[in-house]
């Protein structure tokens, strides 16, 4: 069987992958995530995606190697992670009673053949009207610091939305499962083979 590389941190992404039961390892890809002037957060998403499994290509020659990365989308502005409760907290208050579109990149790498894929994929969220105490509580006690868009739908982000819209809410966290199965197929690698 192909080997699997997970290139990423996120433990998010890890938990998800683990529901294909594939055996996978997984190794933080270290790349510069900057959006280039005028870039598009679905073009951001694809190239950071592909640059995650492309960072790792060299030391692992004979794998799959997976890359994905996530964008908030507002108003045409791209947010990324905020690093403090302050920036997590204005973040959230901005999109109190708001819809906002998350774009998640996805790329599959084999680096035994050099094909690569790479997709991008829209969810929109629909926030709830949120008190300045319900931010406060929920930065407080989930400290979403590292995620974009300052919530995880993993935890107790869940309470903040008032619906999700799109066609795999894998994507939300992070790693658009049924894309992902798709391209692996087309690389070989049935996860039900």
Same mark, same amino acid.
């Given at each position: 069987?192909?080997?699997?590389?997970?290139?990423?941190?996120?433990p998010?992404?890890?938990?998800?992958?683990?529901?294909?039961?594939?055996?996978?390892?997984w190794?933080?890809?270290?790349?510069?995530?900057?959006?280039?002037?005028?870039?598009?957060?679905?073009?951001?998403?694809?190239?950071?995606?592909l640059s995650?499994?492309s960072?790792?290509?060299?030391?692992?020659?004979?794998?799959?190697?997976i890359?994905?990365?996530?964008?908030?989308?507002? *108003?045409?502005?791209?947010?990324?992670?905020?690093g403090?409760?302050?920036?997590a907290?204005?973040?959230l208050?901005? $999109?109190?009673?708001?819809?906002?579109? $998350?774009?998640?990149?996805?790329?599959?790498?084999?680096?035994?053949?050099?094909?690569?894929?790479?997709?991008?994929?829209?969810?929109?969220v629909?926030f709830?009207?949120?008190?300045?105490?319900?931010?406060? *509580?929920?930065v407080?006690?989930?400290?979403?610091?590292?995620?974009?868009?300052? $919530?995880?739908?993993?935890?107790l982000?869940i309470?903040? $939305?008032?619906?999700?819209?799109?066609?795999?809410? *894998?994507?939300?966290?992070?790693l658009?499962?049924?894309?992902?199965?798709?391209?692996?197929?087309?690389a070989?690698?049935?996860p039900?083979g």
């Open positions: 069987m192909t080997s699997l590389v997970l290139a990423s941190s996120s998010w992404r890890r938990q998800l992958l683990e529901r294909l039961q594939l055996p996978f390892i190794q933080s890809p270290d790349i510069d995530e900057t959006p280039r002037p005028r870039e598009t957060p679905q073009a951001l998403v694809r190239r950071l995606a995650k499994a960072h790792l290509a060299e030391q692992y020659p004979q794998h799959l190697l890359g994905s990365d996530q964008v908030a989308s507002f *108003n045409e502005e791209i947010l990324g992670k905020p403090t409760p302050e920036r907290m204005a973040t208050e901005r $999109f109190s009673g708001q819809r906002v579109r $998350f774009v998640t990149g996805v790329a599959l790498l084999d680096t035994h053949s050099g094909r690569h894929w790479v997709h991008h994929e829209d969810y929109h629909v709830r009207q949120l008190s300045r105490h319900e931010i406060e *509580n929920y407080s006690r989930e400290q979403p610091l590292t995620s974009s868009g300052s $919530f995880r739908m993993e935890g982000g309470a903040l $939305f008032e619906r999700l819209e799109g066609d795999d809410p *894998n994507t939300l966290v992070g658009p499962l049924i894309r992902l199965c798709q391209m692996l197929r087309e070989g690698l049935d039900l």
